[in-house]
C-alpha cells in the first residue's frame, strides 16, 4: 500500500471541480455579460384600485348617521374587515365563519329584524352585539365607523328603516 496512494474519491473531486467551474462561469455571466439580476421588476398589482379622486376621509363628516353614499360606500370597507366573516361579503349570512354558529348569522339583505327595525336599532346591536347569540359587540370601534357600517346595511337590505332623520338625529347626538 505504500507505492500507490490513491486514497482520495475521484468522483467527488470531478464533481466538486465541475460544481466549481459552473459557479465561476455563471458569476462571470451575471457580472460581465448579463449585467446583473434586475429586481426592480415592474407588475402591476391586479387588486391595486387607481385612484382617479382623493380617497375620502370618514373624519371629515360631522353627522355620520345622515344618508350619504360615500359613508355607506366607507361603511363597507369597515364591513368587509369587520362583518363578512360571519355575515358573507353580500350580507346574505353565509359567511365562513358563520357556518359553525347557532343562531345563524343574520342576512341583511332580506328578512325581518330581531332587534328592531330602524338604524338606530342597527347602530345599538353594532355596538352592543346581542346577548345569547353569537353577535359580538363592536363597541370599540369609532362611532363614525359604527355608523357607516349601519349606513352600509340599510343600503343593502331590502327591509328599510321606518324612522324619519330627526329620530336618528336625536339619537345619535347622544350615542357613543
Known sequence: MAEGNDNYNRGGLLAFGFCMAFVFSFFIYLVFINQGVDLA???KDPNLQVASEPEFNMDSVTEPWVKNDKVATYGQKIYKANCAICHGDAGKGD????????????????GKWTQGNGVTDHFKVVTNGISGSSMAPFGHLKVSDRWA?????E?????????????????AKSAK
Do not use: C, M, Y
Request: proline share 7%; aromatic share 8%; hydrophobic share 35%.
Open 155 to 171: 343600503s343593502i337590505t331590502q327591509n328599510k328603516s321606518k324612522e324619519t332623520e330627526s329620530q336618528v338625529a336625536d339619537f
Open 149 to 153: 357600517v349601519v349606513q352600509f346595511i
Open 95 to 110: 359567511g365562513p365563519g358563520g357556518a359553525a354558529l347557532n343562531p345563524k348569522p343574520r342576512n341583511f339583505v332580506e
Open 41 to 43: 421588476e415592474n407588475v
